[in-house]
């Protein structure tokens, strides 16, 4: 369907709305990806898929009901609608969720994120199958049981019966592998990911090396002593860390009252070293987009400065609950139900040197296992399996596996030795922090 088609279909759904005296927005998404993986020396996968999907948030008299549809067929679209009617009969009432966005009319113009595609298709088949034998010719006993290659394209449409209309388009690129360890009875396995908006930016020889390499390095890992260590987190992850706690940080979790930090804006929460900012706009950064779900223009969100909660992310329904200013965080897919989401996250750099951060004796942790399934968000408590090294000074002297890493998200933020001068960014290109030393953490181990 073309984007002309697209848009009178907008037009037809919003126009039925009002037709109908309600209220509502609109959110079209359409897919585009193309994936290769590699096993054995042959191509394990090709596969190319698209997809569109509507949908539909209406409120009449204060009662809201979602509603979506994969077909833009006019028929489709009236039973759409017609199922987010009915359904708006019975939802309980809630005057805070309104269409809020008026007159809004963006499309994201960064140029980074439309790169054309020229690559041939025989250079992707050769990058994917690259990945799996550079892997393998490394050393004997090494496979790889995870690898591939994946570019896709994101149409995406927000619209309102208010006049709104914004448009967004991406195009990305990635691949990732995973290296797979085996020798004298004992396995280590380690991956890598590199995205980019070009596939020239794609560095497979990068994923190749680094996941061997860290394989390599755990193999002989042994759990360390149980005690209270000083933690350092690679950017992974650290980032995976803060992704199973993002929702501390959601309007939609204080108005649920899901999140502790639902009464504590304006108050510490973290060590005067810990800055905390969602930012819109990041060179090389893969969350980038110019409006939120609702039509509102992105915006920089400072979370926590020098250790103070400066506020929530909020979309429209959590701030007029709230009683505070939408900071354009609003996230709502298709098919989903209006919420909130940060664009990049990003700590900011500190004032100590990389030596300063690494002085001593610490642990680097490398990989988390099991995170969502061991944190819970209200009381912070964690606790979940890792690998990473017994470091002293900087260097590593020991690799370390089988160990338990436990704490509390909110007291850790609060019970920080240095945080470094130097960023760095995750696989993902979504978080971005220097490296930070925790006082202490609790290591189940020997």
Do not use: W
Not at 351 to 373: C, I, K, P
Not at 388 to 401: A, K, N, S, T, Y
């Amino acid at each position: 369907m073309s984007q002309e088609q697209l848009l009178k279909s907008v037009d037809y759904v919003l126009s039925k709305a009002k037709q109908h005296g309600v209220e509502a927005d609109v959110i079209v998404s359409r897919n585009s990806s193309f994936s290769l993986k590699a096993n054995q020396g042959q191509l394990d996968e090709y596969k190319v898929s698209s997809s569109q999907v509507m949908g539909v948030r209406v409120i009449k008299q204060a009662r809201v009901a979602t509603s979506y549809s994969e077909s833009l067929e006019p028929s489709s679209l009236d039973s759409m609608l017609a199922n987010a009617l009915e359904s708006a009969r019975f939802a309980k009432q809630d005057e805070h969720q309104t269409i809020a966005c008026i007159d809004s009319q963006i499309e994201t113009d960064v140029a980074e994120l439309a790169q054309q595609d020229t690559a041939s298709v025989d250079e992707k088949i050769e990058l994917a199958l690259g990945l799996e034998q550079n892997l393998v010719d490394k050393s004997e006993g090494v496979s790889s049981p995870y690898n591939g290659y994946s570019d896709g394209e994101v149409e995406l449409i927000v619209a309102n019966t208010k006049g709104s209309l914004c448009q967004h388009f991406e195009r990305s690129f990635s691949c990732y592998v995973y290296a797979l360890l085996e020798q004298n009875g004992k396995q280590a396995m380690a991956g890598k990911m590199s995205v980019g908006r070009r596939f020239t930016d794609l560095n497979p020889n990068l994923c190749v090396d680094e996941g061997y390499h860290l394989a390599q390095e755990l193999l002989d890992g042994a759990p360390v002593a149980t005690g209270n260590y000083s933690v350092v987190f690679t950017i992974n992850a650290l980032s995976s860390l803060f992704g199973v706690f993002g929702s501390a940080f959601s309007g939609v979790s204080a108005m649920k009252g899901v999140t502790p930090l639902a009464d504590k804006v304006g108050h510490k929460v973290a060590s005067e070293l810990i800055s905390l900012s969602d930012v819109a706009y990041m060179p090389s950064g893969m969350a980038i987009s110019g409006f939120d779900s609702e039509g509102f223009a992105t915006q920089d969100n400072i979370l926590i400065a020098n250790g103070e909660l400066k506020t929530l992310l909020h979309n429209s329904h959590s701030a007029s609950y709230s009683g505070v200013k939408s900071t354009a965080s609003a996230a709502r897919g298709a098919k989903s139900s209006l919420d909130v989401s940060a664009n990049h996250k990003v700590i900011a750099l500190g004032s100590s040197s990389l030596a300063e951060v690494q002085s001593g004796e610490y642990l680097e942790l490398v990989e988390l296992q099991g995170v969502h399934s061991g944190a819970d968000v209200v009381s912070g408590d964690f606790s979940f399996g890792a690998s990473g090294f017994l470091c002293r000074d900087g260097l590593r002297i020991q690799p370390v596996r089988g160990i338990t890493v436990a704490g509390n998200f909110y007291k850790m933020l609060a019970e920080v030795d240095a945080v470094g001068d130097t960023q760095i960014v995750n696989d993902s290109h979504t978080f971005f922090a220097p490296d930070i030393r925790f006082a202490r953490l609790s290591i189940g181990g020997k």
